[in-house]
């Protein structure tokens, strides 16, 4: 993390007193159309394959096809000066705005005196070479929000009952893992499971007659929780010790993944080898010898019989 601007190395989470994970608060909290105007040439977006919360902006990005947009993407490894770029690595990318190496160092051009963690993705503009925004709900609904496309993942009608079930998401299915997984105590991971496991349930009920989350197309609540699903099975279940179940126990969740899978412009968001020797290898609290697991295969491109659902793709 950088601390008054200064980086600072330090690999473990933040837990509270009672052992339980705290996530820090996004510190770049702009939002195009105030003083960042609405022209996606001017942005770029700085993501890892390996993060789920990067991973939404992307897919919001491609499902909404605002190609103008750039995009850089950092190795998974995140090694003792955070996320860096590794262009001579298979999936990664060097940075093509700024020329860093370190993702740590736009952060420090955007704000000399920054304290927090560096995380993705981060929005940046390139006209005026700084940093828009590195929360990444905000970055999508953005991205749904101030470009006209062919395509509406925020619809007007819904956007309440988006949010809600936006809101809780985080609360107990994309953060609830990383609290059960980052957790230092039994009753804190006990707590985070417990809320998860239920949250797993109620959503496989609610897609069993329906194919999206709200409404009858895909919306920003389906690219959340796409994200988590994507990466329970090969990570969560086991590196995070989310192990009562997994997606593929449950038909409707298991259907929904591939079905959004599926979905033009989503396959070449998913890197699974990132996504894997991120987790494996960037937590040593967790994992101290770092060693990626093989498994499990994942199906995504199976057939899943969603179609016969009401709802269409996008």
Excluded at 11 to 27: A, K, L, M
Excluded at 115 to 137: F, M, Y
Excluded at 220 to 236: E, M
Aim: hydrophobic share 35%.
């Amino acid at each position: 993390m950088l601390v008054d601007g200064e980086w600072e190395q330090q690999f473990e989470p933040d837990t509270n007193d009672d052992g339980s994970f705290e996530r820090q608060e996004s510190i770049f909290r702009d939002r195009i159309g105030d003083q960042f105007p609405v022209d996606q040439d001017r942005y770029h977006l700085y993501i890892s394959r390996a993060c789920p919360w990067a991973h939404g902006a992307v897919l919001a990005r491609n499902l909404l096809g605002l190609d103008g947009i750039s995009v850089d993407i950092v190795d998974p490894y995140r090694e003792e000066k955070g996320w860096q770029f590794t262009p001579e690595k298979a999936g990664c990318t060097e940075d093509s705005v700024n020329g860093f190496d370190y993702l740590y160092e736009a952060y420090q051009l955007a704000d000399e005196d920054f304290t927090g963690r560096v995380t993705v993705p981060l929005l940046w503009d390139k006209e005026q070479n700084t940093a828009v925004n590195n929360e990444s709900i905000e970055i999508m609904r953005m991205f749904a929000e101030a470009f006209e496309t062919d395509h509406d993942l925020y619809p007007e009608q819904h956007r309440e009952k988006i949010d809600t079930v936006v809101d809780d998401l985080y609360d107990t299915v994309n953060n609830a893992v990383y609290e059960a997984g980052f957790a230092t105590t039994q009753e804190a991971y006990d707590t985070a499971v417990e809320k998860l496991f239920a949250a797993l349930e109620r959503y496989n009920d609610r897609l069993s007659d329906q194919r999206f989350l709200v409404g009858q197309q895909t919306t920003l609540a389906d690219l959340r929780l796409f994200a988590t699903l994507l990466r329970f099975d090969p990570v969560y279940h086991t590196h995070f010790k989310c192990n009562k179940k997994q997606i593929r126990d449950y038909e409707h969740l298991q259907g929904f993944l591939q079905d959004v899978s599926q979905l033009p412009g989503v396959a070449e968001t998913v890197n699974l080898a990132h996504i894997k020797e991120h987790y494996y290898r960037t937590h040593p609290s967790i994992n101290p010898h770092r060693i990626v697991p093989p498994g499990p295969r994942m199906s995504l491109d199976a057939d899943h019989g969603r179609e016969q659902l009401p709802g269409q793709l996008r």
